[in-house]
């Protein structure tokens, strides 16, 4: 569940640390009622940028196969064991 909470809630790190860490999903941080800030934990941030990074290789993949980059698969698997 999205969990939004007002700027002063920064005031205790600690607890904001901790409903990070127990939901696994990012604080949005409001100020004078916007969207002003988003805080998460280290373990999310890196398993979101890991789920980014995967997705810009199968952009990247589809990319290639549209432009006819392709290659064969044996020599594919040549490369994979050299």
Known sequence: MTEIRPLDDLKNVEKISELCHQSDEPIYITKDGYGDLVVMSKSSYDKKLARL??????AKGEEDIEKGNLSNIDK???????
């Open 76 to 82: 594919a698997f040549e490369g994979l064991i050299k």
């Open 53 to 58: 990074e995967l997705y810009e290789k199968i």
